[in-house]
């Protein structure tokens, strides 16, 4: 049934936070986020800020005992807490048991071969000395890539080897997965919704490419330049992958469109994803809306993109650290179909997700390009340099 006296606990309260809170003020839903700080981005616009640790046991406890629905905009929680109040009748989306799953990638990798899902090859190593080991005696050559089972986020938890000389500079300590790498084509993203009655709806496939450096999505692009059969399989696969972990709310599936016109389910996220910022302004149902109605139980909203668009994250500039500064806001905003979104974070720092834009144009070349100006003029820097 329909509540806006319903409380909604959202564990994190960054970006992806924030824009939970202001899309479910559009239908009266309170917000109430757990977190370090107020002055993180979410807390300036939920119903009510929680200051504590969400990976905290007590933490979580004390502030969902409050809730009547709980979700999540980030994986790293705890999830006995959540497993808790799941027992005193407390509404819990993702399920603890599925976050314990997904925040494992040695578990992820498991699970999508017991299920038939197609991922790349891997194995399973004890720690980097055993990865080594393997390598050393052929049983896995290279190049390949090595993910640490748990805490990887935003590329960090990943390194790519090439050559023996990359086992002295890249490998990363702790229990790993080797994996083949992938001759990638494309990476796409698709976000797929389910609520509690089993809806399923999906978003068309976005296509990422990645910062370097940074190893950051960069530039993505919606809809993605694939043929409509490769899109039409990418959204089956992402509704076969939702339905089989059964997460009820947002799932963003990562995939990999090899160059053999495969796909290979990279990893997913069960929550709103970067990948589906460009919602907010170019698809009927923002994926932050979709999350609320999917995890209040409520109709899924139509996914259709109403006009291409390219969404780039506002990343800090490398060479500056401190309180945060933007440049060529106005320039920007001048363009017709530019969107910012600003996080309201106080400081920069290298490469720190600051923001992001979505540029809205008839076609998708005509979005690039706009999407090229605002990367060459919006500029995120601070007064000190680094
Ligand atoms: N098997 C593979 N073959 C080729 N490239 C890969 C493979 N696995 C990962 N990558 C590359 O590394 C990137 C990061 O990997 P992955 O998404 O697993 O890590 P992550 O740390 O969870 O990243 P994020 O949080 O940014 O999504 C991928 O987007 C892709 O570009
Ligand atoms: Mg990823």
Not at 105 to 132: H, M, S
Not at 222 to 237: D, G, H, Q, T, V
Request: proline share 5%; with cysteine; charged share 25%.
């Amino acid at each position: 049934m329909f509540s806006t006296t319903q409380k909604i606990g959202i564990l994190g309260g960054g970006q992806l936070g924030k824009m939970l809170c202001l899309a479910a003020a559009n239908l009266d839903l309170k917000t109430y986020v757990l977190d370090a700080s107020p002055d993180f981005p979410a807390g300036q616009v939920c119903t009510g800020f929680v200051a504590g640790d969400f990976k905290n046991y007590d933490d979580v406890l004390a502030f969902g005992r409050e809730m009547d629905i709980l979700t999540i905009e980030i994986e790293h929680v705890n999830t006995d807490a959540l497993r808790e109040l799941e027992r005193l009748g407390k509404v819990v989306h993702p399920a603890p048991d599925i976050l314990d799953l997904i925040k494992d990638k040695g578990l992820q990798k498991e699970f999508y071969v017991k299920n038939d899902i197609p991922t790349a090859r891997y194995e399973l190593f004890d720690n980097e000395k055993a990865l080594r080991k393997a390598v050393e005696s052929g049983a896995w050559q290279l190049p390949l890539v090595q993910k640490t089972r748990s805490a990887g986020y935003d590329g960090r938890g990943v390194a790519i080897l090439r050559t023996m000389a990359d086992l002295d500079v890249k490998l990363l300590t702790g229990p790993c997965l080797a994996e083949e790498l992938a001759p990638i084509r494309t990476e796409l993203a698709v976000v797929a919704a389910q609520n509690a009655a089993g809806e399923v709806s999906v978003f068309p496939p976005v296509e990422m490419d990645f910062h370097p450096e940074a190893n950051l999505v960069e530039f993505l692009l919606c809809p993605a330049r694939i043929s409509p059969l490769e899109a039409a399989e990418a959204e089956a696969l992402a509704e076969r992958v939702i339905r089989t972990f059964d997460v009820c709310g947002l799932l963003a599936v990562e995939m990999f469109l090899t160059t053999d016109g495969e796909l290979l389910v990279n990893e997913v996220a069960p929550r709103p994803h970067n990948s589906g910022h460009h919602t907010i302004d170019s698809a009927a149902t923002s994926q932050f809306q979709q999350h609320l109605r999917a995890i209040c139980n409520l109709p899924l909203g139509a996914t259709t993109q109403k006009s291409p668009a390219v969404m780039i994250n506002l990343l800090g500039e490398p060479d500056y650290r401190g309180p945060v500064r933007y440049e060529g806001v106005e320039a920007c905003l001048s363009v017709e179909g530019v969107y910012i979104h600003l996080y309201g974070k106080a400081m920069t720092s290298p490469f720190r997700k600051m923001g992001h834009v979505t540029v809205t144009a008839e076609t998708p070349e005509k979005a690039i390009k706009k999407a090229t100006f605002v990367r060459n003029t919006l500029k995120v820097k601070s007064d000190s340099k680094n």
